[in-house]
């Protein structure tokens, strides 16, 4: 391969990766684990079961390559399935019990926030400051389908026509979740002393 | 309401997909809760944009890769199932026709004075000498009322069938044959056009006819 393979786009490197070229997919692998783990992590909330999440994600790319058409930007393909799988765990988790729809005044007061192996992760602890916990505690309290536009927005920054494609809903549909969201996790935030401009 | 829909036209407007953003940002400049809540805004987004992103195991890639692996070798398996079945039955198919003419030459070897002359013949000869034969408008020297010609031999564990009498062959079991042989002018195709029994009975006619002639 005579080009330097970082600069290669997205489509190219799939279309290479799609021929076989294992080279072209590790490179994928590379330039998007961290967004990915990074999206699945603020959905799920552990950050354990967010690499899981993200493993399967990577696998289910690999798997679905050869229908790939480059249509739209490939992070909407990928975080696509990505969010589908979040939602798929976080739908599981609360089979089991594991989590739950927060109520600000009633959860969070009774201390029964959901922030699955967190605090048994020395290394995410080490990670997060006050306001950046503040932030997860939020984001977790939030409907996984206001979670996922916020995240996409603010820290994927992706735009609407974009968000619309991985949710797989309308411009509209994410122009109002998108703004309760907001209004949402700023009242969260603000209860709990973290959102001050 | 009018909050709601104020915070959703600032929302829009910070994105910058605002339909009359002329109209928002006077509002913004004159309404200080729309401005309150554009600032509000701002300082969200500013601190989600800076939440640190994770430290990915440093064996993520590894294990995702070997994922692929496998997956690959799931896909690969099922291939190995398409050629196995065809491959079985092409190793069969040798093993048969081995089998059959290591039969044919033992069969050849301990029969009769007649088989014995008949090995000694080239298939393609004779092939052609009946095909002449035919076509000089001969007659055929075998004669029978009786389709019954081959009789079950159960030597062993298989059931063989011989010639019980030549002289009852049937003439239409010949006639097919015959017909065959002038189509195809092939000594092969007629052995394979044979019902199973037939092979053997057939091949000591054809001898026999041959050597006659």
């Known amino acids: 391969m005579s080009q330097d393979i970082a600069e290669i786009p997205d489509w190219d490197l799939v279309e290479r990766a799609k021929n076989g070229e294992m080279r072209a997919f590790e490179e994928l692998l590379r330039r998007y684990q961290t967004p990915v783990v990074h999206f699945c992590q603020r959905m799920i909330g552990s950050l354990q079961d967010a690499e899981d999440v993200a493993q399967e994600c990577f696998v289910r790319l690999y798997r679905v390559l050869p229908q790939l058409k480059p249509k739209a930007k490939f992070t909407t393909v990928l975080f696509g399935i990505a969010r589908n799988l979040t939602l798929n765990a976080i739908r599981d988790a609360e089979r089991r019990g594991r989590s739950k729809t927060f109520s600000l005044a009633g959860d969070l007061e009774k201390g029964e926030w959901y922030l699955p192996d967190e605090r048994q992760d020395p290394r995410r602890t080490a990670e997060m400051g006050e306001l950046d916990e503040k932030i997860q505690r939020s984001l977790l309290a939030l409907a996984p389908e206001h979670r996922e536009v916020i995240l996409l927005r603010e820290v994927e920054q992706m735009d609407y026509e974009e968000i619309a494609r991985v949710t797989g809903t309308l411009v509209g549909t994410v122009k109002s979740r998108l703004s309760r969201a907001r209004e949402q996790l700023r009242l969260r935030l603000m209860e709990l002393g973290g959102n001050e401009p | ?213």
């Open chain 2, 1 to 213: 309401m009018r909050k709601k829909r104020l915070r959703r036209l600032v929302s829009e407007y910070y994105d910058g997909k605002s339909r009359h953003p002329e109209r928002v940002r006077e509002l913004i400049q004159t309404d200080p809760e729309a401005a309150a809540y554009f600032q509000e805004l701002q300082a969200l987004s500013s601190q989600l944009r800076s939440l640190p992103s994770p430290s990915v195991s440093p064996d993520f890639s590894v294990r995702v890769m070997q994922n692929v692996a496998q997956l690959d070798m799931e896909r690969v398996r099922p291939r190995w199932q398409w050629v196995g079945l065809p491959a079985a039955a092409a190793a069969l198919l040798v093993i048969a026709t081995v089998l059959f003419f290591e039969v044919y030459k033992q069969d050849t070897r301990s029969g009769s004075n007649t088989q014995s002359q008949f090995t000694a013949i080239d298939p393609d000869v004779l092939s052609e000498v009946i095909v002449t034969r035919i076509a000089q408008g001969e007659e055929l020297p075998w004669q029978g009322e009786a389709f019954d010609m081959f009789e079950p031999n159960t030597s062993g564990s298989e059931v063989e069938y011989e010639i019980a009498d030549a002289s009852i062959y049937s003439p239409e079991v010949f006639g097919r044959m015959l017909a065959t042989l002038e189509e195809e002018s092939d000594f092969y195709t007629v052995i394979d056009s044979l019902e199973n029994g037939e092979v053997g009975a057939m091949r000591d006619l054809l001898a026999e006819y041959v050597l006659e002639g």
